[in-house]
């Protein structure tokens, strides 16, 4: 089994920078590609980013694109989000998420098996 955890949120103001952290550990031999979802209070887990295992492979949500930056360090078994100019918009909890695979690009919730269990990010105006 593979345990994700996520770090790095906390209450900023508008403008601001936040870099948040994923760590796996367990079998992270079975751990591929990651993303990051988010969930607003009565939303549904929207997309964020993603990352194949090797890091060449990126993908950023419209809403962020420009604005935040995904990578990962395998020799840390860690992955990032670095979030830029943040906005009242952003705030939700942020989940990190693995899957099994690293073939395509994957969008939805439903194709990750590995979830963390979520770090609160506050944007203030």
């Known amino acids: 089994q593979v345990q994700l955890v996520e770090s790095g949120g906390g209450l900023v103001q508008a403008g601001d920078s936040l870099r948040l952290s994923c760590t796996a550990s367990g079998r992270t031999s079975d751990l591929y590609a990651m993303a990051w979802f988010r969930q607003a209070p009565g939303m549904e887990h929207d997309f964020v980013g993603y990352?194949?295992?090797?890091?060449?492979?990126?993908f950023l949500a419209r809403s962020v694109k420009g604005r935040f930056t995904i990578s990962r360090d395998n020799a840390k078994n860690t992955m990032y989000l670095q979030m830029d100019s943040l906005t009242p918009e952003d705030t939700a909890v942020y989940f990190c998420?693995?899957?099994?695979?690293?073939?395509?690009?994957?969008?939805?919730?439903?194709?990750?098996?590995?979830w963390g269990q979520g770090t609160q990010v506050t944007v203030s105006t």
């Open positions: 990352i194949n295992w090797s890091g060449t492979s990126t």
């Open positions: 998420a693995g899957s099994r695979f690293d073939n395509l690009i994957k969008f939805s919730s439903q194709d990750y098996a590995y």
